[in-house]
């Protein structure tokens, strides 16, 4: 069975005999999303049991969702991006709450230094953590989910104006902070 | 060029992530600064995604699905004992309006408390009836409201 069509099978089966197929087409979905969601969660956040936490929530309303109203007729890419959706509001209100991880102060949960070229992996990981919350997912889902300014807009609750504008000052200021030569002065 | 007016940034975006690049978006890009910062961006936090993404080892898609269900589960008993409690309060005021309504079937006839008249238990039978609309409306909206939250 292919993603697409777990999908649908997943979006039609709202009967209760259609568990045991629900769950199938929810693991082909998981299987699928759930490595380069908790990287978003974990860059974006800065810490992994953060990002653990909050890639379970993002698939249990996920998962809600199926029983409101069973209307998750959804290609393999809107799938995705409701995904990326659900986790974006998630931290948002993390930080309402006044939970920033990279201002926290836990070593218990962040990431371990990684054996190969740790030097590569540590300035993305200092770039991210220079950036302020917002320009993190901006960055990661316009560079790394390869979202156009309308659907950042649409996870983000931001307007498509207001996208391109913090866009083009995140990328700026992490540009600059990748530069071999910022890198060196600090 | 300013990338806060530059026409091709979608297109960049969208070029990234597919790695189709036209002629003109590459020409572009030799001559656009913020489209170079752009594409640089792009490949160090790709490369990192990848690298995170693969040495993540996800809790079996059977956890995150009891885990679903369990938090459904109790989603839906917290329903039915809203429910429950909002038949109580009906029952009560349904009750109350029941013991008016025989009070005044009573006084009628003179049975009980001779200053008691009908018209002063219609009175207090049509304010227990609207008290009753008002309670049950409002406990409609607002267990209406938590099954929004919570849906």
Known sequence: MTLAESITNYAAGASPDASALDEAAFQLIYDSTARPLWAYLLRVSGRRDVADDLLQETYCRFLRRRDAKGELAMNEAETRSYLFRIATNLLRDRWRRGENAFDGDGDAGEEPVVEDDPAAKMDVRRVMQALKPRARQLLWLAYVEGMSHAEIAEATGLNVLSIRLLLFRARRHAAGLLRPDTMETR | ?151
């Open chain 2, 1 to 151: 060029m300013n990338a806060m007016r530059c026409r091709y940034e979608n297109e960049m975006i969208r070029a990234l992530q597919t790695g189709a690049w036209s002629e003109s978006l590459i020409e572009h890009q030799k001559n656009c600064a913020d489209c170079r910062d752009a594409v640089v961006l792009a490949q160090a936090l790709r490369r990192d995604a990848n690298d995170v993404a693969a040495r993540y080892a996800p809790p079996p898609s059977a956890q995150v699905w009891a885990a679903a269900e369990r938090r459904r589960r109790m989603a839906a008993l917290e329903r039915a004992t809203r429910f429950v409690f909002a038949l109580k309060i009906a029952g009560l005021i349904y009750a109350a309006v029941l013991v008016l309504w025989g009070v005044r079937a009573l006084a009628v006839h003179g049975v009980i408390v001779p200053g008691l008249d009908s018209k002063l238990l219609n009175t207090a039978i049509e304010g227990a009836g609207l008290a009753a609309l008002l309670v049950g409306s409002g406990l409609w909206y607002t267990l209406r409201g938590d099954e929004r939250r919570t849906g």
